[in-house]
């Protein structure tokens, strides 16, 4: 995560013109998303190597190695 501006535009035909407000926030720059900034709070940060515990066993290599692709038959 990281300390990111967030600004509302005020928009005429999809082009921002004029900034109408601003506010401070963290950014999760792999998932996108936003939290307002608390006094006297941080986000925690993950250090190398850390895995979310509902993303474990998701990501990595397969378990059956290799390439299978679906239209070719495998001998018989």
Known sequence: ???AKSRTWFELCFVPLIP?????IWMCGICQVQVNVQPGWEPQIAQPGYQHPQLQGQYG????AGY???YVQPPK
């Open 20 to 24: 109408m407000n601003s506010k401070h």
């Open 68 to 70: 299978h692709p679906g």
């Open 1 to 3: 995560m990281f300390a």
């Open 61 to 64: 290599p397969p378990q059956n």
